[in-house]
């Protein structure tokens, strides 16, 4: 009987137990790197960790409002304006974060150089199989 009961508590132990999502990997990951850059590492606490699309959202933006402002001029347009709308076209799209990559945002709790729990965030780049390429503090 105890040999039963036994082989149970191992089988729902290891069905119960199943592997980290990349995500989740991600997010630990960064979760490290935040720590080791704190005043006060042991006052960290995890608020959020989730995609966060706002600056690609805003290139993609600008791009569309550049090329609308070049399409009423376009007819009208010298070299000088059109190499101005070009410049100022390509250095919209090398804002944009590549489409093979994705941008999350990390907040949290903790302690600054005063003693005061603030709320700060980092922007966690990864690409798309969850592999951390940057972290930057907000």
Do not use: H, W
Request: overall charge neutral; aromatic content about 10%.
């Amino acid at each position: 009987m105890k040999k039963i009961i036994l082989f149970v508590f191992t089988m729902f132990a290891i069905i119960s137990c199943e592997p980290k999502k990349p995500i989740e990997k991600l997010q630990e990951l960064a979760e490290k790197l935040v720590i080791t850059r704190l005043n006060d590492p042991s006052s960290y606490e995890f608020i959020s960790f989730q995609e966060d699309n706002y600056e690609r959202e805003i290139a993609e933006q600008r791009i569309v409002d550049i090329k609308a402002r070049f399409k009423k001029v376009e007819k009208t347009a010298n070299k000088e304006t059109i190499l101005k709308y070009n410049e100022e076209l390509a250095s919209a799209e090398n804002m944009k974060l590549p489409e093979n990559q994705m941008e999350f945002k990390i907040e949290y709790r903790a302690k600054n150089k005063f003693n005061a729990l603030i709320i700060g965030s980092s922007s966690v780049i990864s690409d798309e199989n969850y592999k951390l390429i940057s972290l930057t503090e907000n």
